[in-house]
């Protein structure tokens, strides 16, 4: 399932969050001098006592995360200005990332420390999202299950919450779109959360030490402690945000390793016996050399200046360049690690599916649509050949090479898709197109680069 995780203000929250205020080892390993946390697809848990993945819950739920974003980006309300960039020194932290199917998400995954002692929990990754949070003891309102125990603040000796006079909490409406509240209890800050697809999450501006692993750690990240929290969040504990935000973990922790992260997502959806693992990195030493790399320009939108938007120049399939107008590729387009499905508008889409079909047809008997894929195939995703390949690419020559398993999805038995879809709104990179590719965001100097075979 994909979430959208933009925040926007709802009546239904602000019902929710004035009756809050009313109420008081993790597979770490060390490589070559940075830290490294695996990253795994869902299947790589263990999964018989859940309910069985259902592919059109994912697809329904990507579409809302996509009609969610360009309703947001088509209305007046803008993004307050995003934090300036601060690059410190050549440090990496890496985080393993797992794909987010086990429980419960189309996304990815990692396992992040939190309090004193530490212990872990399975948070989402977003780089959609400004704000970090997770579920948390006594869940005054409501916690949906998740795979770990939630959190209990009383626990942890480092714990604290923050005023409402604290310049964090006077930051919240930059990195929710929502107005914070203040507990008159306790002057404990409340923050609101919610998201495209009617989730939210309520609770207390908080603050506590964050363990990147064992021997790294940042002694005092702002986070918020979910007492109310609901909706399409799987079996996770919250969300790491990773937008271009003073809020956002990466902009906590930019002052220590700079204002730059990569990741590579492993593929999702495999062969349970087979293990595939990706990684998440914080720091400008995790950073693909320019001299080896091409890079393409990272774009700001006045409206959404956190969110990572690039400019797509053209598209090829088989090499050659699709028949479509210049003027086709002029819209809005953002990568997004919480999207599943990449989205294109119609006109490139219409002739990306047409040359597709051309010469998939020569081998491959045409199928019925499945929800947004109309482009289905009879076959088999291990038996598949001939597949052409796809590439996207962007402003500065940095480019996508799709191969099969970036393009084509088994949404049932012998039932085989295009993993690309059509729109009319805001074009997007999905995850599922940056599947094993190590994708770097030089957010410092504002550019982005793809570099294949970053892991399986």
């Not at 107005?179 to 939210?200: I, K, L, M």
Request: net charge positive; hydrophobic share 35%.
């Amino acid at each position: 399932m994909s979430l959208f995780w933009f925040l926007v203000f709802s009546a239904h929250l602000a019902i929710a969050s004035s009756s809050l205020v009313e109420f008081e080892d993790n597979g770490l390993r060390h490589k070559q001098g940075s830290l490294q946390l695996k990253l795994y697809h869902v299947t790589a848990l263990n999964s018989s006592s859940k309910p069985p993945f259902l592919f059109s819950d994912m697809l329904a739920k990507d579409e809302e995360r996509v009609r969610y974003l360009h309703s947001r980006l088509s209305n007046n309300n803008s993004d307050a200005t995003a934090s300036s960039n601060k690059v410190g020194g050549p440090k990496l932290v890496s985080i393993p990332l797992k794909s987010g199917l086990p429980i419960g998400s189309g996304n990815y995954y990692v396992k992040m420390g939190l309090g004193s002692p530490t212990k872990y929990y399975s948070m989402l990754v977003d780089t959609g999202s400004s704000f970090s949070w997770l579920q948390c003891q006594p869940c005054t309102r409501y916690c949906h299950l998740q795979v770990d125990p939630i959190f209990d603040p009383l626990n942890s000796k480092t714990y604290k919450t923050l005023q409402c006079s604290s310049s964090q909490c006077s930051s919240l409406k930059t990195s929710t779109l929502n107005e914070p509240s203040c507990s008159q209890v306790s002057n404990t800050c409340v923050y609101r959360a919610s998201y495209g697809d009617s989730s939210f999450s309520v609770g207390y501006l908080s603050q506590d030490v964050l363990t990147l692993t064992p021997s790294e750690t940042l002694s005092s990240f702002v986070y918020g402690c979910g007492q109310d929290n609901q909706g399409l969040f799987g079996e996770a504990a919250g969300i790491i945000g990773l937008a271009n935000n003073e809020l956002s973990m990466l902009e906590q922790l930019s002052g220590k390793y700079g204002n730059a992260f990569s990741y590579c997502l492993p593929t999702s959806f495999s062969s349970p016996n087979s293990l595939k693992e990706g990684f998440l990195s914080i720091g400008t030493s995790s950073l693909t050399p320019s001299s080896s790399s091409k890079f393409t320009p990272i774009l700001k939108n006045p409206k959404f200046p956190s969110l990572y938007f690039l400019d797509i120049t053209s598209m090829t399939v088989a090499g050659k360049p699709l028949e479509v107008a210049a003027s086709s590729y002029k819209v809005l387009t953002i990568i997004d690690s919480g999207t599943v499905i990449t989205r294109l508008p119609m006109p490139i889409y219409t002739a990306l599916k047409n040359a597709f079909v051309t010469i998939m047809s020569k081998k491959y008997k045409p199928a019925p649509g499945i929800s947004i894929l109309d482009t289905c195939f009879k076959g088999n995703i291990k038996g598949i050949s001939g597949v052409p390949e796809v590439q996207i690419i962007f402003e500065g020559a940095a480019n996508l090479q799709l191969k099969s398993q970036n393009t084509l999805l088994e949404l049932e038995k012998g039932i085989i898709c295009l993993a690309i879809a059509g729109t009319n709104s805001i074009a997007i990179i999905g995850n599922f197109q940056q599947q094993t590719f190590k994708v770097d965001y030089d957010v410092a100097n504002s550019k982005l680069a793809f570099a294949p075979a970053g892991c399986q």
